[in-house]
T-cell receptor, first 111, second 114 residues
Framework: KQEVTQIPAALSVPEGENLVLNCSFT??????LQWFRQDPGKGLTSLLL?????REQTSGRLNASLDKSSGRSTLYIAASQPGDSATYLC??????????FGKGTSLLVTP | GAVVSQHPSWVICKSGTSVKIECRSL??????MFWYRQFPKQSLMLMAT?????????EQGVEKDKFLINHASLTLSTLTVTSAHPEDSSFYIC??????????FGPGTRLTVT
């Protein structure tokens, strides 16, 4: 069974810093990997989707990389802002249709 | 982008009653929808996979007679929590899968059973 781990569980940084969130998964036979953002008490917003054949995806200040062979993905956030404060979830789609989620990284960006 | 809605956004019900939650894909057809449950400070746990026109596939440990799922059309799936108990209180989130394989999530429904 696919297991997804996210490190760190929580992170607090001052505004303006660049930061990296880590995600690892146990079974490298994946179809794609998605990064989501979740605000407290809210649903999920898709940030980036990386297909298994891709190495990275970029959207604005966000860059996600995928190393399938080592079972790792990173989400890089440049020039962090207080509005980036949220929980970031990594999810992997493997042989099934559904996504396997990590427990998330809770990010706090202080002014 | 693709939009998925859920209704209601929150509901409070008494123990023993049933609650229905709707999940709609507003601007695309979703042959597959998923229902997840999220407890406080935990990740999303898949409950069931719903395919249009067929019976839902439930994950191990999820009671299919308690969590009734109906996927009657390509844009609507419903989850009914029957005979709800306080331990069913949770955040329920649905998602719909596009043809490209990307999943779009609804805003979630907060269920509180008193």
């Amino acid at each position: 069974k696919q297991e997804v781990t996210q490190i760190p569980a929580a992170l607090s940084v001052p505004e303006g810093e660049n930061l990296v969130l880590n995600c690892s998964f146990t079974d490298s036979a994946i179809y794609n990997l998605q990064w989501f953002r979740q605000d407290p008490g809210k649903g999920l917003t898709s940030l980036l989707l990386i297909q298994s054949s891709q190495r990275e995806q970029t959207s604005g200040r966000l860059n996600a990389s995928l190393d399938k062979s080592s079972g790792r993905s990173t989400l890089y956030i440049a020039a962090s802002q207080p509005g980036d404060s949220a929980t970031y979830l990594c999810a992997v789609k493997d042989s099934g249709y559904a996504l396997n989620f990590g427990k998330g990284t809770s990010l706090l960006v202080t002014p | 982008g693709a939009v998925v809605s859920q209704h209601p956004s929150w509901v409070i019900c008494k123990s023993g009653t049933s609650v229905k939650i709707e999940c709609r894909s507003l601007d695309f057809q979703a042959t597959t929808m998923f229902w997840y449950r999220q407890f406080p400070k935990q990740s999303l746990m898949l409950m069931a996979t719903s395919n249009e026109g067929s019976k839902a596939t439930y994950e191990q440990g999820v009671e299919k007679d308690k969590f009734l799922i109906n996927h009657a059309s390509l844009t609507l799936s419903t989850l009914t929590v029957t005979s709800a108990h306080p331990e069913d209180s949770s955040f329920y989130i649905c998602s719909a899968s596009s043809r490209a394989g990307e999943q779009y999530f609804g805003p979630g429904t907060r269920l509180t059973v008193t």
